[in-house]
């Protein structure tokens, strides 16, 4: 069983930054890729940045050029570096390990609240 726990969410203000940790239980997290998400009040859950177990990054439109994530393997963890915040990016953001063999494996996290004040 893979536990994801996220951290680093808060209120800032428009132009600020923070950065979020997702630290993985298991033993499966450097065979993974992972990804962030975010789900903001009445919309639907969207991709904001993915990372596969070779380093390859993948990017949402909308935080492209501002946000960065990256992976600690000895670590289990995987960072989210989000720079000059807009108020369009408040949300819930949730860690997502997703793992493809013969069977397809996904967890989820808790999820972090992000809030940008303008």
């Known amino acids: 069983q893979v536990q994801l726990v996220e951290s680093g969410g808060g209120l800032v203000q428009a132009g600020g930054s923070l950065r979020l940790s997702c630290a993985a239980s298991?033993?499966?997290?450097?065979?993974?890729?992972m990804g962030w998400y975010r789900q903001a009040p009445g919309k639907q859950r969207e991709l904001v940045a993915s990372?596969?177990?070779?380093?390859?990054?993948n990017y949402a439109d909308s935080v492209k050029g501002r946000f960065t994530i990256s992976r600690d393997n000895a670590k289990n963890t995987v960072y989210l570096q989000m720079n000059s915040l807009k108020p369009e990016d408040t949300a819930v953001y949730y860690c997502n390990l997703a793992l493809r063999l013969t069977t397809n494996y996904t967890y989820w996290g808790q999820g972090t609240q992000v809030t940008v004040s303008s």
């Open positions: 990372i596969t177990t070779g380093g390859i990054t």
């Open positions: 298991g033993s499966i997290f450097s065979i993974s890729t």
